[in-house]
């Protein structure tokens, strides 16, 4: 035969099982909360690279531009020094005219330095735009609520405690 089950016991068991509620659905949000975090910290990471490698590509090209640019400028300035030279020509124009060589060369390289510091400055805004994204995503995701779980787990109990115990006997059967 079954022996009857205590109020108390009642209470105690459906405490306990909302404890356990209450307990798995905060490590269940806290794992939520990790794997968004780390996947958002990733994606980061991944952005990060790509922003960097964008950069060091550009800049490796704006230096292949300017070498080229310097040694087109230097054969261009040696054929005028030697066509003035094989013409008799010497004086302020040809030092003029190879002034304008380096003159145009100085310009073209302040011009890819000016450029390369306007690309650098995008990268950084670029990648704080990224950090404020990855933020935003670990963000969207709540943290494990601790103090709600303790006053669910309170108010469960207060409600089991008022319905087994200080509902009057009537009620309690039905």
């Not at 205590?6 to 798995?24: E, G, K, R, V, W």
């Not at 735009?129 to 303790?150: H, L, M, Y």
């Amino acid at each position: 035969m079954c022996e009857p089950v205590s109020l108390s016991t009642l209470f105690y068991t459906s405490l306990a099982m909302s404890a356990a509620t209450s307990a798995a659905g905060l490590v269940g949000q806290a794992q939520q909360y990790s794997a968004n975090k780390a996947n958002a910290e990733q994606a980061f990471r991944v952005q990060d690279r790509q922003t960097n490698l964008s950069v060091q590509q550009q800049e490796a090209a704006d230096a292949k531009q300017a070498q080229q640019s310097q040694i087109e400028m230097l054969k261009s300035a040696a054929t005028a020094r030697a066509s003035a030279g094989e013409a008799g020509v010497i004086g302020n124009s040809v030092d003029a005219l190879i002034g304008d060589y380096y003159a145009s060369e100085g310009r073209y390289l302040n011009s890819l330095a000016t450029q390369g510091r306007w690309n650098r400055a995008q990268a950084d805004l670029q990648k704080r735009g990224q950090a404020a994204t990855a933020q935003g995503r670990i963000n969207s995701v709540a943290k494990p609520d601790f103090i709600g779980a303790a006053l669910r787990i309170g108010g469960d109990a207060l409600d089991k405690h008022y319905e087994l115990f200080d509902r009057p006997a009537f009620q309690r059967r039905v």
